[in-house]
């Protein structure tokens, strides 16, 4: 039990990375509060756990929006009494087409990195309050390591790893950690073209060392240590979950 009686909001827990990390984390004891802008796939989550015998509180919030944002860390506070760890996970994805490239790019920027600081400004007295708080930016490598189209999605990832650095900075004498996690090419609703058309799986597969695609279970194991108490002395550092696609 390596999150017992940890209390923690995960923003775009409804699916993919977001869900496997809110099972995990309750796996581990922790109190799970799931934001989602889709409130049915968050109520699955918190089914999900609670079928389980976890203890889970599903939000229909949208991140973008910073009301939305400071009512879920009150919902938190209401219903677990605090707020320990924050996973912002949520963002927009990069096949997103709709509208003009300049509504795209603020539209991104906003969903995508704007939406984290958002979150973490109101979950922060809370993370402060009993100097052991961390967060948990969830990054790619997109932002990091390679040329990536969109130029919204990269700026927005790679802009998620400065806003970690600095609230490591700023923070860390009042005991909270915040790291990136960029994750590589991982198996979720938004790689599914990757995975249902056998010759692009073949193809992004075959540039992985490891030789096929990530597991969202596997980038939850990475979250796990990263928010847990065992990488007390790790903070501000960007850890890559990508299966040696950057070494490639
Ligand atoms: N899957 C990958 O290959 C991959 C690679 C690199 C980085 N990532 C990052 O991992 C994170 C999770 O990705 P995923 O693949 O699990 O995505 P996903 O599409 O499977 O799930 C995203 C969840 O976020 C929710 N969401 C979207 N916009 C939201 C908003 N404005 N407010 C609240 N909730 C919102 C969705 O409803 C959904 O439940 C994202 O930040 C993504 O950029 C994913």
């Known amino acids: 039990m390596r999150l017992q009686d940890k209390v923690v909001i995960i923003t775009g827990g409804g699916a993919g990375v977001g869900r496997a990390t809110a099972i995990r984390f309750a796996m581990e004891g922790a109190k799970v509060v799931i934001a989602d802008i889709n409130g049915v796939a968050a109520d699955e989550t918190v089914s ?3 079928r389980s015998g976890g203890q889970a509180l599903a939000m229909t919030a949208d991140v973008g929006k910073v009301e939305q944002c400071e009512a879920v860390v009150q919902a938190a506070v209401k219903r677990f009494g605090k707020v320990d760890i ?8 990069s096949s997103y087409s709709q509208g003009t490239v300049h509504e795209r790019w603020d539209l991104g920027i906003d969903q ?3 939406s984290a600081y958002r979150m973490s400004h109101a979950a922060m007295e809370h993370l402060l309050a009993h100097h052991n708080g961390a967060i948990v930016n969830i990054c790619s490598i997109a932002g990091t390591k390679m040329g990536t189209d969109p130029a919204w999605y990269a700026a927005a990832k790679a ?5 970690t650095r600095s609230q490591a900075y700023v923070y860390g004498k009042r005991g909270l950690r915040s790291n990136s996690l960029c994750l590589g090419v991982t198996a979720t609703q938004r790689t599914q073209r990757y995975q249902e058309d056998p010759a692009m799986r073949a193809a992004v597969e075959a540039r992985l060392p490891v030789g096929r695609l990530g597991r969202p279970e596997e980038i939850a194991n990475v979250a796990l240590f990263l928010a847990s108490d ?9 850890i890559i979950a990508d299966g040696g696609h950057t070494i490639a």
């Open 48 to 50: 999900m756990i609670q």
């Open 86 to 93: 924050l996973i912002n996970n949520a963002g927009l994805p």
């Open 112 to 114: 995508t990195l704007s």
């Open 159 to 163: 802009g998620l790893t400065g806003l």
């Open 230 to 238: 065992e990488a007390s002395f790790v903070t501000g550092q960007v």
